[in-house]
């Protein structure tokens, strides 16, 4: 039950609210006589035009901490636009004979019902963070100062922001020490860090960003001078305390993380559809004829959130107990037909099976060994941060060379710089590019794919 009431739910709330407000404002017009002569047409437009404003006005961008006024502000803004939108159809479309009367009752209503449910969640929501101790955070503070202070006193006070405090540690006490600090946050699941960066030196501050990295931890700054302020960051408040944010993973937003996965069903539905339905069977022949053995081989492997998942290829070696070892340079293991898919990257379009079932994306950072984790986790910096986000079946250090085979410590830094760099910029436009760019490597040849 605590499990339970520790997920984020209301991730999913978010794009379930954009889905309502749509319904109610293209159902709502059938409730008015407002003459209009292609109602398809108006409603892909008023669709379109609403989607729009909203992510320009960041109308669904309501967190935890936000106040009423700043959503009440939101409504206004949204439908101020919506109405100039609403009557510049009658204009653009020449639509004489609407009912101006009419569009404006209906306008209003969508108003009203709009902001009754946006206004009702955003209580219902608090009530149950505050009642129930539900969708709750984890967090410690670092820090003695008046800001530091106030915060604690914001976790606990103010129980529907979601919060659960658990510990303060003042670094001049004299059993402080950073390592019992990273081991109580490990040791009682803490979610969220937050320092008052006034007391630490720039060398505490750079251990905390490593042990924070490497271990999927939210890391976030009561902000003063320091050399902070260089790095990307997301200024927020909590009530009237500002807060720092050291990383935005765009993905983890509900409205982008939303879109990623619409774009990745579809897109994995017309490979599966019109190419894997007939290059299966096609494959699957050659593969058993020259090798006994399944088609597909299925490896297990570190996902999001270092959660393990059973990811796919077609069979390319011969059968061995060796299942842990990535494919080397002239590497016996693998068969004439595996050299061709191989070559051709073939052998991983099994993997939008693993998009279907949500375990992967399109694009993101290639899913490694465990032995590799093992490997770069701690000695690597920023290695981890490459599960905050579902593995893909091709990225940004792909199309840039730094596939296959690991053969350096230069290759899997550049390889996680590249990864990190694409969690922190993502964009539909990115994932565009990178799949373009991984279709013209394939047929130029990569030197690293065998």
Known sequence: MDIFKKERNSDYI???????????????????????????????????????????NKFYE????????????????????????????????KQPYISRFALGNYFLF??????????????????YRATQLGNYRNVVVIGDTDKSRQLIYIFNKKLHFGFK?????????DDFSLQKCFKFIIENDIDEIYVSIAELSNKQIN????????????????PDNKDIYSKKLKYEYYDYIPIISLRRIPIQEPINKAVKRIFDVFFSLFIVIFILSWLIPILGILIVMESKGPIFFRQDRPGIKEKGFGCYKFRSMTINTFTENSASRN?????????????????????????LFGQMSVVGPRPHLWKQNEMYGSTVSKYMVRYFVKPGITGLAQIKGYRGEIESKEDIINRTKYDVFYIENWSLLMDLNIIIQTVMNIFQGEEKAY
Request: proline share 2%.
């Open 207 to 222: 251990r905390l960003i490593d042990f924070a990295d490497n271990n999927l931890k939210e890391l976030k700054f009561i």
């Open 331 to 355: 590497d016996p293991r693998v068969t004439r037909i595996g050299k061709f898919i191989r070559k051709t990257s073939i052998d991983e379009l099994p993997q939008f099976f693993n998009v």
């Open 62 to 93: 309501v967190q935890r901490y936000t106040r009423i006024l700043q959503i009440v502000t939101l409504i206004l803004v949204q439908f101020v636009f919506y109405a100039l939108i609403l009557y510049a159809f009658i204009g653009f479309f």
């Open 110 to 127: 969508a108003l009203a019902v709009v902001s009754f449910f946006k206004i009702s969640l955003y209580f219902l929501l608090n009530k």
């Open 14 to 56: 978010k794009p379930f609210s954009y889905l309502i407000d749509l319904v109610v404002i293209n159902g709502s017009v059938f409730l008015f006589e407002t003459l209009i002569t292609d109602t398809y047409l108006f409603s892909v437009y008023i669709t379109f035009f609403w989607i729009i404003i909203a992510f320009k």
């Open 165 to 173: 405090f658990k510990k303060q540690f003042i670094l001049n006490e």
